[in-house]
C-alpha cells in the first residue's frame, strides 16, 4: 500500500459526459501528479500541482482540468468525453517539488471506460 | 515520439536466471532514470534509479547500466523469482524543475518456476 488513494476505482460513462476522479496524497507529500495510462501510449504524465498550485503541464487535453485543495487532495476533472479517453488514471504523489528528485509514490488508478 | 523506448513488450525467463529488460531514450536532456514495477490492478512501484553520472547502480538483485553515449540503460534481476513476475517500465526525468516521468511502454516479465 502506497499510501495514495484513489476513487472511484471504476468508472463507466457514456461519450459527452463529464466525470471527476479524486486523488489524496501520503500524509505530508505536497506534490500531486496525474498520469494516463491507455492501451496503445503507456503512461503519460498530464498535470501536477505542488501545494495548491499548478507546476507543471504535460500532454493534457484543454478538456481536462485538476485542482489541488488546501487539505492537498486533487481532483482531476474530464469533460466532453471521448471513445479514446478510456484509460488507466493515476495519481502519485511526493514529499517535495523542489531541486532534487523526490520518490513519487502512486494510487492504485481509476480505470475510466467510455461508452 | 516516443522519447523512452522499451522494444521488448514480453520476455520470459526460468526460475533462478538472469532476467535483462532493456530501455532506450532519445532526449539528451535526460539526467535521471527509473526503473518501476507493476502488477496488476496496483499503481507503479519505485525499483531502482541511477543518475546520468554514474554507470551502474546496484540493490540485492537488481542492477541498472546505463550507457550515455548509447543513450540504453538496462535492468538485470539476478536471480529472477517468480514474485518478479510483473510489467517492468523504464522511466526518465529532465531535471530540476517539475520532476514529471516519461515511461517508456512497459515490458512484461514472467518468471517460469
Known amino acids: 500500500d502506497s499510501g495514495v488513494t484513489q476513487t472511484p476505482k471504476h468508472l463507466i460513462t457514456a461519450t459527452g459526459q463529464r466525470v471527476t476522479l479524486r486523488c489524496s496524497p501520503r500524509?505530508?507529500?505536497?506534490?500531486v501528479y496525474w498520469y494516463q495510462q491507455s492501451l496503445d501510449q503507456g503512461l503519460q504524465f498530464l498535470i501536477q500541482?505542488?501545494?495548491?498550485?499548478?507546476?507543471a503541464k504535460g500532454n493534457i487535453l484543454e478538456r481536462f482540468s485538476a485542482q489541488q485543495f488546501p487539505d492537498l487532495h486533487s481532483e482531476l476533472n474530464l469533460s466532453s468525453l471521448e471513445l479514446g479517453d478510456s484509460a488507466l488514471y493515476f495519481c502519485?504523489?511526493?514529499?517535495?517539488?523542489?531541486?532534487?528528485?523526490?520518490?513519487?509514490?502512486f494510487g492504485p488508478g481509476t480505470r475510466l471506460t467510455v461508452l | 515520439d516516443q522519447q523512452v523506448k522499451q522494444n521488448s513488450p514480453s520476455l520470459s525467463v526460468q526460475e533462478g536466471r538472469i532476467s535483462i529488460l532493456n530501455c532506450d531514450y532519445t532526449?539528451?536532456?535526460?539526467?535521471?532514470f527509473l526503473w518501476y514495477k507493476k502488477y496488476p490492478a496496483e499503481g507503479p512501484t519505485f525499483l531502482i534509479s541511477?543518475?546520468?553520472?554514474?554507470d551502474k547502480n546496484e540493490d540485492g538483485r537488481f542492477t541498472v547500466f546505463l550507457n550515455k553515449s548509447a543513450k540504453h540503460l538496462s535492468l538485470h534481476i539476478v536471480p529472477s523469482q517468480p514474485g518478479d513476475s510483473a510489467v517492468y517500465f523504464c522511466?526518465?526525468?529532465?531535471?530540476?524543475?517539475?520532476?514529471?516521468?516519461?515511461f517508456g511502454k512497459g515490458t512484461k516479465l514472467s518468471v517460469i518456476p
Open positions: 500524509s505530508g507529500d505536497l506534490s
Open positions: 500541482y505542488y501545494n495548491g498550485e499548478e507546476r
Open positions: 532526449n539528451s536532456m535526460f539526467d535521471y
Open positions: 522511466a526518465a526525468i529532465s531535471g530540476a524543475g517539475s520532476y514529471q516521468l516519461t
Open positions: 502519485a504523489s511526493s514529499e517535495l517539488a523542489g531541486e532534487s528528485y523526490n520518490e513519487q509514490f
Open positions: 541511477i543518475s546520468s553520472i554514474k
